[in-house]
Every structure is written in structure tokens, then in C-alpha cells.
């Protein structure tokens, strides 16, 4: 049976590449694995953290400030387009801004109209779109997610599954402020940035492909 990274066998590869078993070190594990996570998704963009959310915004008479939550693991934004037009078919980017220069374009909230602009970092758990909608358009956010944190109970994720080495040299090398001085860290930093490269190299060529192959 081939072998799968899981919550386990990760624990048990961090011990060993450690070479180390003392408890305090042991109980520090599930916090490397949790900041070797989050530091792959901080670090790469790549298709397997890439989701896409589709709704409709509720206009007048309902809650028309503009404002609506970002999903729970949501990390960074990508796009966001909205439906247009007859049948709203036609598709429109909004184009992302500060909150400061939307309020500026769009002083007063109880004024409506189709949606232009959109401010991520209103608050990092809502958008904001500008001007507020007047109508119930579709909207399309495609945006990068932290993955589903491993433990003991969620043993598999996208990354034990696809990115099995940079999740293992991504933990390894969070141990650095509890090892300081271990020689090893440079190794594994090395290590996690040409698995980095490329499972991003590989992400590329896929989305070219895909794009030849519909005759882009």
C-alpha cells in the first residue's frame, strides 16, 4: 500500500527528522503542523487552496449596506464578478479598493446602484461593495482558503494528500524558535522552498495546459 501523510504519520516524521523525544518537545507538534499550514497558505497560491463562493445580494428593501461575511478559512481574494444585464449573463470584475477610496467614490450608503468597486479590508471577516446594490445581482468571489487544519480528528487534508513534502519541511521548519540554534533549520528552510517552487512550477504549466487545450 502506497503511503499517505496523515495527522499521525506526520507527528511520527517530525519526531524522527528531530531526532529528539524529550515530552516538552513532543506536546509542541500539533502547534508546528497548525503554523506550517498556515505558513503554505500564506506562501502559496496555488489551485488546491483556490475556492469560489456564488450568491445573490439582497437589495432594497432588505439589509442594503453593502457589507456581507467573508467564508471562515478565507486568506486572500482573487476575483469578484458580478451578473449584469438581461438575465444578469453578463459578467462584470469589480475592481478592488481601500475602504477610505470607496467611501470617498460612495459617500452616502443610502443611495443604490450597480456595484463597481469592493473593499476587502472594510474588516478582515466582511466586504463591502460600492455603490450599495440596488438589485438582487449574482456574485462570484473566487478567493484562497487556509485548508482544513489536521489533528486528531480531521487526520487529511489537501496538503497531506497533494503537497505531502512541503507540509513536512513547512512544519520542521516552524521548530525554529523552539530549537534556536539547530544547525538542521537552514536545511529544512531549503528544503520547504524547492518543494515551494515546484509544486508552484507544476500549478503553472497546469493552468497553461488548460488554457492551450481551450485554444486560449
Not at 478559512?73 to 444578469?88: A, E, H, K, M, V
Not at 477610505?100 to 463597481?116: F, H, S, V
Not at 446594490?133 to 487534508?157: F, H, K, W
Amino acid at each position: 500500500m502506497a503511503f499517505v501523510l496523515n495527522y499521525n504519520s506526520l507527528t511520527t516524521a517530525v519526531t524522527n527528522y528531530l531526532e529528539r523525544n524529550d515530552a516538552n518537545l513532543i506536546a509542541q507538534i500539533p502547534l508546528f503542523i497548525m503554523l506550517g499550514e498556515r505558513r503554505i497558505a500564506r506562501d502559496m497560491k496555488i489551485l488546491g487552496l483556490k475556492v469560489s463562493i456564488t450568491n445573490n445580494f439582497i437589495p432594497p428593501p432588505g439589509p442594503t449596506t453593502g457589507v456581507f461575511p467573508k467564508p471562515t478559512r478565507w486568506l486572500n481574494d482573487s476575483s469578484f464578478n458580478i451578473g449584469t444585464g438581461p438575465g444578469f449573463n453578463t459578467r462584470v470584475y469589480l475592481l478592488q479598493r481601500s475602504i477610505e477610496w470607496c467611501r470617498l467614490y460612495w459617500p452616502d450608503p443610502t443611495k443604490y446602484g450597480t456595484p463597481k468597486y469592493y473593499a476587502s479590508d472594510w474588516n478582515y471577516n466582511f466586504w463591502a461593495v460600492f455603490p450599495v446594490p440596488d438589485v438582487a445581482y449574482p456574485y462570484e468571489i473566487i478567493y484562497y482558503e487556509t485548508p482544513t487544519l489536521i489533528d486528531t480528528t480531521t487526520s487529511i487534508n489537501f496538503l497531506t494528500g497533494s503537497a505531502p513534502e512541503i507540509f513536512l519541511f513547512a512544519t520542521l521548519a516552524e521548530t525554529a524558535p523552539y530549537l534556536k540554534d539547530d544547525e538542521r533549520i537552514k536545511v529544512w528552510e531549503q528544503k520547504y522552498s524547492a518543494a515551494r517552487q515546484a509544486l508552484g512550477d507544476e500549478d503553472i504549466r497546469r493552468i497553461e495546459d488548460a488554457f492551450s487545450k481551450r485554444g486560449g
